[in-house]
């Protein structure tokens, strides 16, 4: 039996993708809510790392699309300024990628020069999707990191979006308003990825257990204790 690298199957990840991805093809914002220990970065990994998915999700605006990873496990300090120093250092590296021509401004603040940098980019043509990972641990942040992506896609709306993904609830009314204007992004479009239907239970299990025999009832008790968490 040769197993799929995907961890679920094609069906069921097109459909997530869909949810997650779709609306940038249209320059809106997304957010995705995960259940804690869901398997968010593996599903949004698995999307990211199959480019005929993502051609068949965003068509002929991926070619135009930098798909720029936020990832805050490379916070060396959980500070708003540790924040905007990823996202700089990770614009960057997308502009050495395509040889483009970093502006010098060592005067400049961070927040300076990663907004040079997206119209660097946004002058060639191109539109920038800023995906955040984990964004809830933003919340243990100043709230000045809000006013600061909110001014980062002030640059051009129509060429600047953030994926939003999360295990906490970001539209929870006591959150909404720690957000100030940034909320009407993070609300543009919400999904919800839930726990797995019975279909992908199976399919998990038939990719943990590969050619090894399991008993229907011990499908039935994993599926009835694990509920369709992934990490049970």
């Known amino acids: 039996m040769i197993m799929s690298k995907l961890p679920v199957s094609e069906e069921y990840l097109e459909t997530v993708a869909e949810n997650i991805f779709g609306p940038i093809r249209f320059h809106d914002c997304s957010t995705c809510l995960f259940v804690a220990g869901g398997g968010k970065r593996t599903i949004v990994q698995a999307i990211l790392h199959t480019p005929s998915l993502l051609e068949k999700i965003l068509g002929s605006t991926l070619e135009?699309?930098?798909?720029?990873?936020?990832?805050?496990d490379e916070l060396l300090e959980l500070s708003s300024q540790g924040y905007l120093d990823i996202i700089c250092n990770c614009i960057k590296r997308e502009a050495k990628k395509k040889k483009s021509v970093v502006p010098a401004k060592a005067s400049g603040t961070v927040l300076?020069?990663?907004k040079d940098l997206t119209r660097l980019f946004i002058g060639q043509g191109y539109s920038l999707v800023y995906i955040l990972h984990d964004f809830d641990k933003t919340l243990s942040m100043s709230q000045s990191i809000y006013l600061n992506l909110e001014s980062i896609m002030g640059v051009n709306k129509s060429k600047v979006t953030f994926l939003f993904l999360s295990s906490s609830n970001l539209l929870a009314p006591e959150r909404?308003?720690?957000?100030?204007?940034?909320?009407y992004a993070i609300t543009q479009h919400v999904s919800y990825y839930p726990l797995l239907p019975d279909k992908e239970i199976e399919y998990v299990l038939g990719q943990f257990c590969g050619d090894v025999s399991v008993h229907e009832k011990t499908i039935a008790i994993l599926r009835t204790v694990a509920g369709g968490h992934p990490s049970y």
């Open 176 to 183: 909404l308003g720690v957000f100030d204007n940034l909320k």
């Open 112 to 114: 300076e020069n990663i």
């Open 64 to 72: 135009t699309k930098l798909l720029i990873n936020i990832n805050p």
